[in-house]
């Protein structure tokens, strides 16, 4: 043996405070819904953990989703579409990049966390306006991730809050791996 003891939450207890709770809970809630909320519905818990997220930022109300690679990939399309701009940093996970593809939307890249260079591609492209029609873009949305878990680096949230502000854009943020 090496003397390493894995089990130190109690978690592989036959019996004690973990599966009591655990027992608890699946008679209430089951398993796992297993399955998108608009096959399945939405429970109770659901409803009690956005309850708990929005408090803890500080906001009116939250929405949680079961997986992240999904969650951005899948619902960036019905943020934005034709007639709009997407905004994105160039390290943005590849399930932002799938999401910003699948959407429709031009996109415009800016470099790495660099709040000038984001300044530089707004003005351009509200100046430039739609490709073809020189028309207004419909939305902006600028999509950044809170903490980028392979450079280590996190965002300059107030200064790219400023921006979207300043240019009545929309901001979308991926604070998977800050947060949660």
Known sequence: SSGINAEYGGFAENDGYCSTQTISEIRKTGCGVSSPRKELGTLAIHRQLETQVAD?????????????????????????DEGCLLISDSLNHSCIILGARLSGAKIAVFKHNDVKDLDRVLKRHIVMGQSRTRRPWRKILICVEGLYSMEGTMCDLPAIVELKKKYKAYLFIDEAHSIG
């Open 56 to 80: 803890f930022v500080g906001k009116e109300s939250a929405l949680v989703f079961g997986m992240g690679f999904a969650t951005n990939s899948l619902n960036l399309p019905t943020l934005v």
